[in-house]
């Protein structure tokens, strides 16, 4: 079965305004996503959730490291609305591949995540967003394992 990432040109926006300042360094935010299982795991973003640039520890050009202050919230809604995470963050050199520290980044969370939400199954999405609006998805499971999305619909213009 394929795996869909669907978004708003609108949040895509949102999401390019936030993760690119100007000072070409990365940047994070998340989203909470509904999913629907049919002949296509499609998971559609709900919510978005920028993170402050206070929160950030450590922001280059080709590494991002953040307090997780806001990750109780954002675990607690995607808890009580049956909701899944994604992890989006820039790479603004534009290099189109999960790096060995976003792997190590997206399994702590995933972990993170099943011991929070508990036996359900769940895994985290993850999402490179790249200049001019491209983006990159996986899924991480609680033991690490990254599976590609294969499609990220846009739906607007």
């Known amino acids: 079965m394929s795996t869909v990432l669907r978004l708003t040109g609108e949040q895509l926006a949102l999401l390019d305004g936030?993760?690119?300042?100007?000072?070409?360094?990365e940047a994070v935010a998340f989203a909470l996503c509904g999913r629907t299982v049919r002949d296509r795991d499609t998971?559609?973003?709900r919510h978005l959730h920028f993170l402050d640039h206070s929160i950030?520890?450590?922001r280059k050009?080709?590494?991002v490291r953040w307090r997780t202050d806001d990750?109780?919230?954002i675990l607690?809604?995607?808890?009580?609305?049956?909701l899944w995470i994604l992890k989006l963050h820039s790479h603004p050199g534009g290099?189109?591949?999960f790096s060995r520290q976003d792997d190590r980044s997206d399994a702590q969370l995933a972990e993170v995540a099943d011991s929070w939400l508990g036996p359900t199954g769940r895994f985290v999405l993850s999402a490179l967003v790249l200049p001019r609006g491209v983006l990159r998805g996986r899924t991480v499971d609680p033991n690490g394992v990254a599976?590609?999305?294969?499609a990220i619909d846009i739906v607007g213009d």
């Open 95 to 97: 290099w189109p591949e």
């Open 43 to 45: 998971f559609t973003v």
């Open 61 to 63: 050009p080709d590494l």
């Open 71 to 73: 990750l109780p919230q």
């Open 56 to 58: 950030y520890l450590e």
């Open 147 to 150: 599976t590609t999305i294969d």
């Open 18 to 25: 936030a993760l690119y300042t100007g000072d070409e360094r």
């Open 76 to 82: 607690s809604r995607a808890e009580q609305e049956g």
